[in-house]
């Protein structure tokens, strides 16, 4: 009788247990459909060569071409190579394959915005939702001024094509990029049209959805980038001294790539090199800003994503390497000389120097390699910049309901009004900070917080299940170590490093002068001092000139007035959140 009493409790028990299950299952496929049902957000890739090619849009931009080659020629030529790949293999392919993992987990409950993607990933605490602010709030303060370089891409293929630049010096081509972003003198209505258009042409595209938009646009940019870039790449390489103007011992294009790649062993211990490689792979590979997540968001739940995140970071270090280090570098070196290339290498080459080269090609080939050249950056720049609409476009779609026109047009027009005082006001430096601040601090205090919260919260052992889950690859276990202690500390020293970075890069003068008790003198680039404006300070401290000491303030003030724009324009992301939480709670 006792035997049949517990029976009979226990069968009560399990049938209770069977009807809660399938309650629950009830409640939470409900809730499932409702949340289909209210979301606006159906988008899905077309295919995975188009997922391959967008996320190697994302990641190939305007810094492979602009920023690599200028990084390796100031930090020891061929010796930047080395850390360079040694921080692709221990910074960028973890971070992708972190990234990449945290998109597909998060897509898994409908979620297509860093905000609730890492929030789903740490339901105990609600500080992960803000801190999600920086994924979108990064893309659309970027994408601000990252339209306008598009724009002047725009422009300067129109400008080759019309002849614009032929019979004139090397500084009258100088003087014309002075003139382009010159707004004292009255507002230049072609430099601000081609920036308004790049922007339209971003709403536009975006406003078409993953397959029909982003995913069209990546696969006619990137071949067309990989093109142009060979041709380049091969003049280049084939230049040789054949441009050398007379008396000049060291105009040779293979100086200048033998200077890219024979390591100088003397640098390779220079913190400085590594931590310029570390932040060039860093800067590269569009990690830290939220868009990896959200293209890996749209993917099916055991849809491989080791080998993509492989593919798409060595096409990137591909074009980088071998297609960025053979155009500006060799060219320059063989018409201008290896030593004035170390001398002022720099960003602007490509709209202040390669112009006059080109025109040495004669008037039809100057018109081509400049179409060629300026076109190839204008497709690392829209497919890197339509990424970066991608995160706002998951968020409001996802939260408000909102369609795509609607949340292209909101992005477009965000994107504008950050954007503009970056145009209007490029000589007095908010272009140059706002790069400074959503461009690079940001990035890395985002990053951080991913891979903290991947290896550490989260929990190593269920990150590294997401990452292998329907691999296509054999994903080393020697990366589990990577990923929980190397990464996060490469990343952690990286943002220490920017914070109180010495004087002239010199850590070890900087490390004397400390122990003798000359402390420590900051960086003009470091992060107190670019927060506290010490670099412009000193010059207006020391200015004679009544109009250098009234320019001065004017810039102080406008970029104080830029930051107070950025605290502002993530205010308001971080307030949208808050609401969409609430949404969250009353369902």
Excluded at 204 to 215: A, N, P
Excluded at 392 to 403: A, P
Excluded at 521 to 527: E, H, V
Aim: with cysteine; glycine share 10%; hydrophobic share 50%.
């Amino acid at each position: 009788m006792l035997c049949f009493y517990f029976i009979t409790i226990s069968r009560s028990f399990e049938i209770r247990s069977e009807r809660i299950q399938q309650l629950a299952y009830k409640t939470l496929k409900m809730y499932k459909t409702n949340t289909a049902i209210m979301s606006t957000n159906k988008e899905s890739w077309g295919s995975r060569m188009g997922l391959i090619l967008a996320m190697a849009g994302s990641a190939v931009g305007l810094g492979n071409f602009l920023r690599f080659p200028i990084q390796a020629i100031q930090n020891g030529g061929g010796t930047f190579i080395i850390p360079y790949l040694v921080c692709f293999l221990l910074l960028g392919i973890p971070m992708l394959w972190v990234e990449w993992a945290m998109g597909r987990f998060g897509g898994r409950f409908g979620y297509h915005s860093p905000p609730f993607i890492v929030q789903e990933m740490d339901k105990k605490r609600q500080f992960w939702k803000y801190m999600g602010t920086f994924g979108i709030f990064i893309n659309i303060a970027v994408a601000g001024y990252y339209c306008y370089i598009e724009s002047w891409t725009l422009s300067y293929a129109w400008y080759s094509l019309s002849g614009t630049f032929a019979g004139k010096s090397q500084v009258e081509v100088v003087q014309f990029f002075s003139d382009y972003t010159d707004f004292s003198k009255g507002v230049p209505v072609v430099t601000v049209v081609s920036y308004l258009i790049c922007v339209a042409m971003n709403t536009y595209i975006l406003s078409r959805g993953l397959q029909g938009g982003v995913e069209v646009a990546s696969k006619i940019g990137m071949p067309l980038l990989i093109i142009f870039g060979i041709a380049l790449a091969v003049r280049g390489v084939t230049l040789g001294s054949s441009g050398a103007p007379e008396g000049c011992t060291d105009c040779d294009a293979f100086l200048g790539m033998n200077y890219l790649w024979e390591p100088q062993y003397d640098s390779l211990f220079n913190p400085k090199v590594w931590l310029a490689a570390a932040g060039q792979i860093f800067f590269t590979i569009a990690v830290g800003m939220g868009i990896v997540q959200c293209y890996a968001s749209y993917v099916r739940s055991k849809d491989d994503i080791a080998l993509n995140a492989m593919a798409a970071g060595w096409m990137n270090g591909f074009v980088e390497v071998v297609l960025g280090a053979s155009i500006v570098i060799p060219i320059a070196a063989g018409y201008l000389g290896l030593e004035w290339v170390k001398e002022k290498a720099g960003f602007a080459m490509a709209f202040q120097t390669m112009p006059y080269l080109f025109e040495q090609w004669g008037t039809f080939f100057s018109a081509v390699a400049g179409l060629m050249w300026f076109g190839l950056l204008f497709f690392a720049g829209i497919t890197s910049s339509l990424s970066m609409g991608t995160p706002w476009m998951g968020f409001v779609q996802d939260e408000f309901n909102w369609n795509r026109e609607k949340s292209a047009l909101t992005f477009g027009l965000f994107t504008l009004v950050l954007g503009l005082p970056t145009v209007f006001f490029y000589n007095e430096g908010i272009f140059d900070d706002y790069d400074y601040w959503a461009g690079t601090v940001a990035l890395v205090i985002f990053a951080t917080a991913e891979i903290i919260l991947f290896s550490w919260i989260f929990g190593l052992d269920k990150g590294w299940n997401e990452i292998t889950m329907g691999a296509d690859i054999k994903v080393p276990d020697f990366y589990r170590f990577v990923i929980k202690y190397i990464t996060p500390s490469l990343l952690i020293v990286i943002f220490i490093a920017s914070f109180i970075s010495p004087a002239g890069g010199d850590w070890g003068r900087a490390f004397v002068n400390l122990s003798n008790g000359q402390g420590w003198q900051l960086d003009s680039g470091a992060i107190i001092s670019k927060l506290f404006n010490t670099d412009l300070k000193n010059q207006l401290s020391q200015a004679t000139d009544a109009n250098q000491i009234i320019g001065l303030e004017k810039k102080i003030t406008y970029i104080n007035i830029g930051r107070l724009l950025l605290l502002a324009a993530f205010a308001f992301i971080a307030g949208l959140i808050h609401l969409a939480h609430k949404k969250h709670l009353k369902k």
